[in-house]
């Protein structure tokens, strides 16, 4: 069983920059494919980043790429995504998830980290104009 809690959410402007923080508790951590995605109000989930269990392959959604990195640290336990260029369509609801299931999300794609069995409770960002 694993527990993930997002931190790092907050408020600003077109153009400036954010990192989120995921932090992990329970045991083989370091053997799930991991990821964020984002949900607005009004609109369904999107997968954006994804990172597999050694931490070595990453795929992003078109709507970040080139803006957003996901990383992780397996000996803290810790998944990050930093957010740069931020647009006020980037406001929305960010979750990290975590599937026991996958080493990687390989040929499935970044959109799979939507549906991934283990989530947070999110954090929330605003991007103003």
């Known amino acids: 069983q694993v527990n993930l809690v997002e931190s790092g959410g907050g408020s600003v402007q077109a153009g400036g920059s954010l990192r989120l923080s995921c932090q992990a508790s329970?045991?083989?951590?370091?053997?799930?494919?991991m990821g964020w995605f984002r949900q607005a109000p009004g609109k369904e989930r999107e997968g954006i980043a994804s990172?597999?269990?050694?931490?070595?392959?990453?795929s992003y959604a078109d709507s970040v790429k080139g803006r957003f990195t996901i990383s992780r640290d397996n000996g803290r336990k810790s998944l990050y995504l930093q957010m740069n260029s931020l647009k006020p369509e980037d406001t929305a609801m960010y979750y990290c998830?975590?599937?026991?299931?996958?080493?990687?999300?390989?040929?499935?794609?970044?959109?799979?980290?939507?549906?991934?069995?283990?989530r947070g409770q999110g954090t929330q960002v605003t991007v103003s104009s």
């Open positions: 329970g045991y083989s951590y370091s053997n799930y494919s």
């Open positions: 998830a975590a599937d026991p299931r996958l080493r990687s999300v390989g040929s499935r794609g970044v959109a799979v980290v939507a549906l991934m069995p283990v």
């Open positions: 990172i597999d269990s050694l931490g070595v392959t990453t």
